[in-house]
């Protein structure tokens, strides 16, 4: 089977984004919706001891004030991130575990008052002693667990010829998504029906009816588009549950959208980490031993795991003797969770700094030091890559930045006006998984197309990677398709996340088209090229064709179906039986530093990227784009600011809390390798979103330190560090 380059096309819902038309989960006007509004806590630890209520219900309007004691029978379901920790739903007890948390629920029938009368709800609580940040007396260091493990690297690393033991810190990053965090449920003919913008529709069905004692036939989630997500919206979310309880309760429409300073609070962010790496090597570059040990701040329930920050840099080069070891600092804080390359950007950050460092420590080109410590095998396992394009992206990345024209020495490449300038590079990768899939097609001869398939749509392009994939195999008019995803009445869901997205539904849109395929041909004989699928239908006076498929991932079994049937994550990867696959990327970034003020701009910044067969070049390129704007601000702008007297994140809010804006962006270039990884799955496809941001961090870092002769060890890199370090004042 020949795999083509698919045809440059727009996103299939480009126009409908434009239009206004794309509705999103808060945006469904329902019949009698009530609106709601939540009540935080204002302090970090102790117990609510009375909710005085009576002003806030005498607000004109409000029909309802919900507390601890009308919610205290929803049951509390287990850790949402794993691991031994139990969970918590807000409002089923008077404990307060975390600033922010939900205490009350206040619904009305207008926004206003909803949002007037939580004003005027009155808590009185029990104060407790409580630890906000991982630095204080009082957080609790849990055992350090093995992550990685091979050969004997303390051995290695004590024989090596040059060595670098340094340090790195990882601030606490907020997503910050543009579509704010919402839940709109209602209650009909017997079912729940909740709309929410959500990765994991299927969290939100399970969980909730786990949570309110519903048999999970009764409850339905819906998630047409997401404005955002990037792993913040991957879990049940603590207002889900209390919006569908009230709901059912009230017998009407109830829809709550998070104010952005209570997000920071209740949502998933990404958590502060330390991060000591040693290397060691010899004096020709080659890596014999590293040693990588992270702290990662954690609340005192839940376990955000996940992956580790070994998994991805344990895998990037071929050193034979390998340690990792990691542990979770539990604090009085909200959990952490996923966040776009949520172990791999800090780990790369680290990781990819330290690289840096030895070449320096060895008189080596950073790229030539990453170029001999290239393998064709998976260093942890042995087993060979399902493709290994990471040389290429670096050498390719070289070439088109033109890092040949790199003067070695820091602190000595300016411009005309002083302007000290910096080159950096770092590499990166993502591991390449895949979930199981259900796809159900149908043709009609009206020139309908309709595809339920599992999957969500966050604004990544997936649903034009679909239909790039469909068009490949079945003429279908394109104008008339409709791809219905992140539905539970549609198809069975599966958590949308970790790449995994583009590489389990592309891969079930080709198998179901091709099931179409051999149907039409039995029904209408053999298909020609130019054919019209539709009026082939018709000439068979038949008004439509349906055909159904479910698609496992790479050496999965019938149990990963039965898990996603039952709401459960079901993934594999990246260790296969037969290979290891990962997607490869490679950063070149310049930065101008002032020499007086040593503000850093970022002018231009070269990407090259191995996702396997690019679906939609546009979507593609623009998730690359994106991860190194990403990549930029956590380099150099963002961090929560948490005051330790009251656990408050003070910069709670998009005035406070920095992003690149346009003016700090200068030119990205993204080249896409776009070669097919046929031994990962049948279209050839990898992720692509996740493994944008790998590495850019660490590349602005490591062009800072070439430009100003000053290594920062840890993110964001501000102004007062390179002034402080420079010693101007």
Same mark, same amino acid.
């Given at each position: 089977?020949?795999?083509?380059?698919?045809?440059?096309?727009?996103?299939?819902?480009?126009?409908?984004?434009?239009?206004?038309?794309?509705?999103?989960?808060?945006?469904?006007?329902?019949?009698?919706?009530?609106?709601?509004?939540?009540?935080?806590?204002?302090?970090?630890?102790?117990?609510?001891?009375?909710?005085?209520?009576?002003?806030?219900?005498?607000?004109?309007?409000?029909?309802?004030?919900?507390?601890?004691?009308?919610?205290?029978?929803?049951?509390?379901?287990?850790?949402?991130?794993?691991?031994?920790?139990?969970? @918590?739903?807000?409002?089923?007890?008077?404990?307060?575990?975390?600033?922010?948390?939900?205490?009350?629920?206040?619904?009305?029938?207008?926004?206003?008052?909803?949002?007037?009368?939580?004003?005027?709800?009155?808590?009185?609580?029990?104060?407790?002693?409580?630890?906000?940040?991982?630095?204080?007396?009082?957080?609790?260091?849990?055992?350090?667990?093995?992550?990685?493990?091979?050969?004997?690297?303390?051995?290695?690393?004590?024989?090596?010829?040059?060595?670098?033991?340094?340090?790195?810190?990882?601030?606490?990053?907020?997503?910050?998504?543009?579509?704010?965090?919402?839940?709109?449920?209602?209650?009909?003919?017997?079912?729940?029906?909740?709309?929410?913008?959500?990765?994991?529709?299927?969290?939100?069905?399970?969980?909730?009816?786990?949570?309110?004692?519903?048999?999970?036939?009764?409850?339905?989630?819906?998630?047409?588009?997401?404005?955002?997500?990037?792993?913040?919206?991957?879990?049940?979310?603590?207002?889900?549950?209390?919006?569908?309880?009230?709901?059912?309760?009230?017998?009407?429409?109830?829809?709550?959208?998070?104010?952005?300073?209570?997000?920071?609070?209740?949502?998933?962010?990404?958590?502060?980490?330390?991060?000591?790496?040693?290397?060691?090597?010899?004096?020709?570059?080659?890596?014999?031993?590293?040693?990588?040990?992270?702290?990662?701040?954690?609340?005192?329930?839940?376990?955000?795991?996940?992956?580790?920050?070994?998994?991805?840099?344990?895998?990037?080069?071929?050193?034979?003797?390998? @340690?990792?070891?990691?542990?979770?600092?539990?604090?009085?804080?909200?959990?952490?969770?996923?966040?776009?390359?949520?172990?791999?950007?800090?780990?790369?950050?680290?990781?990819?700094?330290?690289?840096?460092?030895?070449?320096?420590?060895?008189?080596?080109?950073?790229?030539?030091?990453?170029?001999?410590?290239?393998?064709?095998?998976?260093?942890?396992?042995?087993?060979?890559?399902?493709?290994?394009?990471?040389?290429?992206?670096?050498?390719?990345?070289?070439?088109?930045?033109?890092?040949?024209?790199?003067?070695?020495?820091?602190?000595?490449?300016?411009?005309?006006?002083?302007?000290?300038?910096?080159?950096?590079?770092?590499?990166?990768?993502?591991?390449?998984?895949?979930?199981?899939?259900?796809?159900?097609?149908?043709?009609?001869?009206?020139?309908?197309?309709?595809?339920?398939?599992?999957?969500?749509?966050?604004?990544?392009?997936?649903?034009?990677?679909?239909?790039?994939?469909?068009?490949?195999?079945?003429?279908?008019? @394109?104008?008339?398709?409709?791809?219905?995803?992140?539905?539970?009445?549609?198809?069975?869901?599966?958590?949308?996340?970790?790449?995994?997205?583009?590489?389990?539904?592309?891969?079930?849109?080709?198998?179901?088209?091709?099931?179409?395929?051999?149907?039409?041909?039995?029904?209408?004989?053999?298909?020609?090229?130019?054919?019209?699928?539709?009026?082939?239908?018709?000439?068979?006076?038949?008004?439509?064709?349906?055909?159904?498929?479910?698609?496992?991932?790479?050496?999965?079994?019938?149990?990963?179906?039965?898990?996603?049937?039952?709401?459960?994550?079901?993934?594999?990867?990246?260790?296969?039986?037969?290979?290891?696959?990962?997607?490869?990327?490679?950063?070149?970034?310049?930065?101008?530093?002032?020499?007086?003020?040593?503000?850093?701009?970022?002018?231009?910044?070269?990407?090259?990227?191995?996702?396997?067969?690019?679906?939609?070049?546009?979507?593609?390129?623009?998730?690359?784009?994106?991860?190194?704007?990403?990549?930029?601000?956590?380099?150099?702008?963002?961090?929560?600011?948490?005051?330790?007297?009251?656990?408050?994140?003070?910069?709670?809010?998009?005035?406070?809390?920095?992003?690149?804006?346009?003016?700090?962006?200068?030119?990205?270039?993204?080249?896409?390798?776009?070669?097919?990884?046929?031994?990962?799955?049948?279209?050839?496809?990898?992720?692509?979103?996740?493994?944008?941001?790998?590495?850019?961090?660490?590349?602005?870092?490591?062009?800072?330190?070439?430009?100003?002769?000053?290594?920062?060890?840890?993110?964001?890199?501000?102004?007062?560090?390179?002034?402080?370090?420079?010693?101007?004042?």
């Amino acid at each position: 089977m020949t795999l083509h380059t698919t045809p440059d096309r727009p996103r299939i819902d480009a126009r409908e984004k434009v239009l206004g038309r794309a509705l999103y989960g808060a945006d469904v006007a329902l019949p009698g919706l009530l609106h709601a509004m939540m009540v935080p806590a204002t302090i970090a630890k102790g117990r609510v001891t009375h909710i005085d209520t009576i002003s806030a219900a005498a607000e004109p309007g409000v029909v309802r004030i919900y507390t601890h004691e009308d919610f205290a029978d929803i049951v509390v379901t287990p850790a949402t991130l794993g691991g031994n920790q139990p969970g @918590l739903q807000p409002m089923t007890d008077t404990m307060i575990r975390f600033r922010g948390q939900p205490v009350a629920l206040v619904v009305a029938e207008t926004l206003e008052a909803a949002y007037e009368a939580a004003r005027l709800v009155r808590v009185s609580y029990r104060v407790e002693p409580f630890t906000a940040t991982m630095d204080e007396q009082g957080a609790d260091a849990e055992p350090y667990e093995i992550t990685a493990e091979i050969g004997d690297a303390r051995a290695a690393l004590q024989s090596a010829e040059v060595t670098v033991d340094v340090t790195y810190a990882q601030a606490q990053n907020h997503h910050n998504p543009i579509e704010l965090i919402s839940t709109t449920a209602y209650w009909r003919a017997g079912k729940l029906t909740i709309l929410e913008g959500t990765q994991n529709t299927s969290a939100i069905k399970f969980g909730t009816a786990g949570a309110l004692g519903f048999d999970p036939a009764t409850v339905d989630a819906i998630s047409p588009y997401v404005g955002g997500a990037f792993g913040q919206k991957t879990a049940l979310q603590l207002q889900s549950v209390l919006v569908s309880r009230a709901a059912f309760l009230l017998g009407r429409p109830v829809k709550l959208v998070m104010p952005r300073a209570q997000l920071f609070h209740t949502a998933a962010y990404r958590p502060r980490s330390n991060h000591r790496i040693q290397l060691g090597a010899l004096r020709d570059g080659r890596l014999v031993a590293t040693i990588y040990e992270s702290d990662q701040q954690n609340a005192r329930y839940d376990q955000f795991y996940g992956t580790s920050h070994n998994e991805m840099v344990s895998h990037l080069y071929g050193i034979a003797n390998w @340690l990792g070891r990691e542990r979770l600092i539990r604090v009085d804080t909200s959990p952490p969770g996923y966040m776009r390359a949520p172990h791999e950007h800090p780990a790369s950050f680290a990781f990819e700094s330290a690289i840096d460092e030895l070449a320096y420590s060895l008189g080596m080109d950073p790229v030539a030091l990453r170029l001999i410590n290239d393998t064709d095998h998976d260093p942890i396992t042995g087993k060979p890559f399902s493709s290994r394009t990471l040389a290429r992206c670096l050498e390719r990345g070289a070439e088109l930045f033109g890092w040949d024209r790199r003067n070695p020495a820091p602190h000595t490449m300016t411009a005309e006006d002083g302007t000290l300038i910096g080159w950096g590079v770092a590499a990166g990768a993502y591991k390449g998984s895949m979930c199981p899939a259900i796809a159900r097609l149908r043709i009609q001869a009206n020139g309908v197309t309709r595809l339920f398939i599992t999957g969500h749509e966050m604004g990544q392009g997936i649903r034009s990677a679909i239909a790039a994939e469909l068009m490949e195999v079945l003429p279908v008019n @394109l104008d008339k398709l409709d791809i219905q995803m992140g539905d539970t009445t549609a198809a069975v869901q599966h958590l949308t996340a970790g790449s995994w997205g583009t590489g389990s539904a592309v891969p079930a849109t080709r198998a179901v088209a091709e099931k179409m395929k051999a149907a039409l041909t039995e029904l209408v004989g053999e298909l020609r090229a130019g054919d019209d699928v539709h009026r082939k239908l018709m000439s068979a006076k038949r008004p439509m064709l349906e055909v159904e498929i479910e698609q496992l991932g790479l050496g999965q079994t019938p149990a990963a179906l039965d898990r996603m049937r039952q709401g459960a994550p079901a993934t594999a990867g990246p260790v296969y039986d037969e290979l290891v696959a990962f997607s490869w990327i490679a950063h070149f970034v310049e930065v101008r530093v002032d020499p007086t003020t040593m503000r850093v701009r970022v002018p231009r910044v070269v990407s090259v990227a191995d996702c396997g067969r690019v679906m939609n070049h546009r979507t593609a390129t623009s998730q690359v784009q994106g991860g190194v704007v990403w990549g930029i601000g956590a380099a150099l702008q963002e961090a929560a600011e948490i005051d330790p007297r009251y656990g408050f994140i003070q910069n709670n809010d998009l005035a406070d809390y920095v992003v690149p804006v346009n003016a700090d962006i200068g030119e990205i270039t993204v080249e896409l390798l776009d070669i097919p990884d046929a031994q990962l799955n049948a279209s050839g496809v990898k992720g692509v979103g996740e493994v944008a941001m790998v590495g850019a961090s660490a590349a602005v870092a490591n062009a800072v330190f070439h430009a100003t002769g000053k290594r920062i060890y840890h993110l964001p890199i501000r102004i007062e560090d390179l002034l402080q370090e420079t010693g101007v004042r």
